[in-house]
């Protein structure tokens, strides 16, 4: 138990479905992430909330909509990806200004498969 | 070039051995290093934090940063085949502590 929830852990959906992964961080914490992780690469960042505010989006396609509805609360609306979208998805949190603040802590992560 | 430089692997070692994992990087403003572990279809789990340079140790781990070579390593001491997973540096530096840089991972099996 990490403390950061995320269901569902495994989708399998069309390139025209819509969806929608979810994050609950137990933690107390005021900023929470997506990371994107595929195999052989490093992970990628795509979203950063702090205090339910998103203050950084990396370039990413508007296919994926993140949305947060508090500090404990992290979706990501998914919807006419594309098969190179296929990876494992990861929610993290943070705790800012505090000893070790630069340290996230991750999810279990949602594989997301693109047929 | 990267920030962040990992020998992706695999590394494959006996039970018992010590394994050494290592991380180069050019960023000379990261003050911040962690390593996460990562089992197979689970998501990363904090390892080792450590601020700056020097040596960390918990049990039979130990981080040691060598900020003057731009250099980062973790040993593992008797190492178990439950240590076989993907070993993930990632570092950051002040000011910018939303964003973490990570390398690709090093994959490790234990063998018994």
């Known amino acids: 138990e990490t403390g950061v929830t995320q269901t569902p852990r495994h989708l399998v959906m069309g390139m025209t479905n819509k969806k929608s992964l979810k994050c609950e961080q137990h933690?107390?914490?005021?900023?929470m992430y997506w990371y994107k992780q595929s195999a052989k690469k490093p992970l990628e960042l795509m979203f950063v909330?702090?205090?339910?505010?998103?203050?950084e989006n990396n370039s990413v396609p508007s296919r994926f909509s993140p949305e947060c509805p508090n500090s404990s609360h992290l979706f990501l609306h998914l919807h006419t990806l594309q098969p190179e979208d296929s990876a494992l998805y990861l929610c993290?949190?943070?705790?800012?200004?505090?000893?070790?603040?630069?340290?996230?802590?991750f999810g279990e992560g949602s594989w997301l498969t693109v047929v | 070039q990267k920030e962040v430089e990992q020998d992706p692997g695999p590394l494959s070692v006996p039970e018992g051995a010590i394994v050494s994992l290592n991380c180069t990087y050019s960023?000379?403003?990261?003050?911040?290093f962690m390593w996460y572990r990562q089992y197979s279809r689970k998501g990363p789990e904090l390892l080792m934090y450590t601020y700056s340079s020097g040596n960390k140790e918990d049990g039979r781990f130990t981080a040691q940063v060598d900020k003057s070579s731009k250099y980062i390593s973790l040993f593992i001491r008797d190492s178990q085949p439950s240590d076989s997973a993907t070993y993930l540096c990632?570092?950051?530096?002040?000011?910018?502590?939303?964003?973490?840089?990570f390398g690709s991972g090093t994959q490790l099996t234990v063998l018994p």
């Open positions: 960023n000379s403003a990261f003050q911040y």
């Open positions: 909330y702090n205090f339910k505010e998103q203050t």
């Open positions: 993290a949190s943070r705790q800012a200004g505090t000893e070790g603040s630069n340290t996230i802590y």
């Open positions: 990632a570092m950051s530096a002040p000011g910018s502590a939303r964003q973490l840089t």
């Open positions: 933690l107390g914490h005021n900023a």
